[in-house]
């Protein structure tokens, strides 16, 4: 007689409760996960229209400063969003053409039509606040980093601070400790890694003579003035 049911297959009741039983436990875990305030207060992050034009990529994996396209930030209060030009000179047709896929035909179409892409704007000051200085806080060494988070890690930027009121006046109480050295307010992850290590270079400057960065009590020389807290320097 043939073996219609081979040894191993005694073991079958059991690894279907098992894997059955797992499945649930994961759909349970994905069911608390995901319904829960945590995740859906992650941060505003509305869908684009360039299906996710990727800081990931570009200001990640490709390495690109963040003034290539913010070309403003240093030198207005406005960080502005690049024009549709500064796309297509890498992205027109016959270029990078082994990477382009439908996404980047609407980067195409837009420069033919000579339109803009209307990206959603995502942080965004109620209009009671006076313009908000980019410029002032980049040259007092306050990193992207500090207020928008590593964006070189986000294939979508989402915001990851409150823009609170209470945010703004922490910092502006005790700035000290998120200032970096004004050359790498745009190297965000030079900055991430400085910020998160302060603690032990700060150590390790104690304990051996000193390291190869610059401390934050170093660089707070840098700050001109003490930021504002009066509310006429950010109310009308
Ligand atoms: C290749 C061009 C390019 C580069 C380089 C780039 N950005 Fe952007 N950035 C954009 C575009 C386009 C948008 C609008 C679409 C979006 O929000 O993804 C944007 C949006 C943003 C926003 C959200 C703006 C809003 O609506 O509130 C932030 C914050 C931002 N960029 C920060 C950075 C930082 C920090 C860097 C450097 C690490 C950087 N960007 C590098 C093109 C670029
Ligand atoms: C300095 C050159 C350069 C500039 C400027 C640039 N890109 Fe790119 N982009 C690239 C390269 C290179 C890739 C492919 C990266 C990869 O996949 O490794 C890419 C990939 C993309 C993709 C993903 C394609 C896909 O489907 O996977 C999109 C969408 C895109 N870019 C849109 C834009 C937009 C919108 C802008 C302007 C805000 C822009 N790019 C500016 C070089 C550039
Ligand atoms: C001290 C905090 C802070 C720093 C540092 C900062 N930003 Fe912003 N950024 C903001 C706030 C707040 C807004 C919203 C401003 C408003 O609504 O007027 C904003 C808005 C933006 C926008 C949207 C502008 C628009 O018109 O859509 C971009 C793009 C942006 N920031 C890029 C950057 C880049 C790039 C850097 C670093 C070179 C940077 N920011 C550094 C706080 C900051
Ligand atoms: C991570 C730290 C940090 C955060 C967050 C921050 N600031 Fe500042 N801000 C500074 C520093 C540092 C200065 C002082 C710059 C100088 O004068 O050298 C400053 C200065 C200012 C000034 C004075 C500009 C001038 O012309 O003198 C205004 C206005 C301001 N900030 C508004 C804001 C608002 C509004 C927010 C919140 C949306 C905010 N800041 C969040 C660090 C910060
Ligand atoms: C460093 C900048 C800054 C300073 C200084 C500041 N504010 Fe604000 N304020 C803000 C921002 C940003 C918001 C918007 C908060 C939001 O979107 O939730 C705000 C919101 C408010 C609101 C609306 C209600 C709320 O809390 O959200 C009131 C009222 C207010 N501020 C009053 C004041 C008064 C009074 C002072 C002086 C004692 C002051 N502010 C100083 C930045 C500032």
């Not at 910020?195 to 270079?201: F, I, P, Q, S, T």
Request: net charge positive; charged share 15%; with cysteine.
């Amino acid at each position: 007689m043939s073996v219609l049911f081979p040894k191993w297959f005694n073991s079958f009741p059991t690894l279907a409760a098992v894997g059955g039983g797992g499945f649930l436990l994961t759909a349970i875990g994905a069911f608390w996960y995901w319904a829960t305030p945590a995740f859906w207060e992650v941060g505003y992050q509305p869908i684009q229209p360039v299906e996710a034009f990727s800081h990931q990529i570009h200001a990640g994996r490709l390495g690109m400063d963040c003034r290539y396209c913010h070309t403003k930030v240093e030198v207005s209060a406005e960080a502005n969003v690049p024009n549709v030009a500064t796309c297509y000179g890498c992205h027109a047709e016959k270029r990078l053409a082994a990477w382009s896929t439908q996404r980047v035909s609407l980067v195409r179409e837009a420069y033919a039509k000579d339109a803009s892409i209307e990206w959603r704007r995502i942080h965004k000051l109620p209009d009671y606040v006076r313009n908000f200085p980019h410029n002032v806080h980049l040259a007092a060494g306050v990193s992207c980093y500090s207020c928008h988070g590593q964006i070189t890690a986000m294939p979508v930027v989402h915001q990851v601070q409150s823009l609170s009121m209470s945010w703004c006046l922490d910092c502006h109480r005790n700035p000290e400790s998120r200032l970096v050295p004004k050359d790498r307010v745009t190297q965000l992850v030079w900055v991430q890694n400085f910020l998160e290590n302060r603690g032990v270079a700060a150590a390790g400057a104690m304990g051996s003579g000193g390291s190869q960065q610059p401390t934050p009590g170093d660089v707070v020389h840098s700050l001109k003035r003490q930021p504002p807290q009066g509310c006429g320097a950010c109310h009308y």
